[in-house]
């Protein structure tokens, strides 16, 4: 799943994407605190930049696992264990009582992610169990041309 999830990014070309909104953005907000000329105006308008990217980014994120969702049901038959990989964080935070606010993260965990997994999965059909295999390493070494 996580693979699946990284590819989904280049696949949907998010990298880019993001760099490209990061520098529009960032050279809009310049020009908005520099017109301003007070320095705490300038904070606020950067802080409102930033957050706006994290709502982009979290978007990609949403696209990414949906789409890295389908390829494990394609390849596999089956999302069993793709959720694991957030209980798994979310553990880690339960025991570390480190929780960042989603609307600062640009990585959502949270419940809502897990559920948005069983309700893909049940919209499209896809089986919640079944085996677990490896990823085969013609697959992860790949000399694609």
């Known amino acids: 799943m996580v693979v699946a999830h990284e590819m989904a990014h280049i696949k949907h070309r998010h990298p880019v994407i993001a760099l490209g909104r990061g520098v529009v953005i960032g050279l809009f907000l310049a020009g908005l605190a520099g017109f301003s000329g ?18 982009f980014n979290r978007d990609q994120e949403r ?13 596999y038959g089956h999302i069993a264990g793709a959720d694991d990989l957030f209980k798994s964080l979310q553990d880690l935070e339960a025991r570390y009582g ?10 959502p965990l949270g419940e809502e992610r897990i ?31």
Request: glycine residues 6%.
């Open 38 to 55: 007070d320095q705490l105006v300038g904070q606020i308008v950067n802080n409102t930049g930033m957050l706006t990217l994290l709502k």
């Open 63 to 75: 696209v990414a696992d949906r789409t890295a969702l389908a390829a494990v049901a394609g390849y």
């Open 98 to 107: 480190m929780q960042i606010p989603e609307f600062l993260s640009t990585h």
């Open 115 to 145: 559920e948005n997994i069983y309700e893909l999965a049940s919209a499209k059909g896809w089986q919640l169990t079944g085996k677990s295999t490896p990823i085969p390493a013609e697959v992860l070494y790949c000399q694609c041309e």
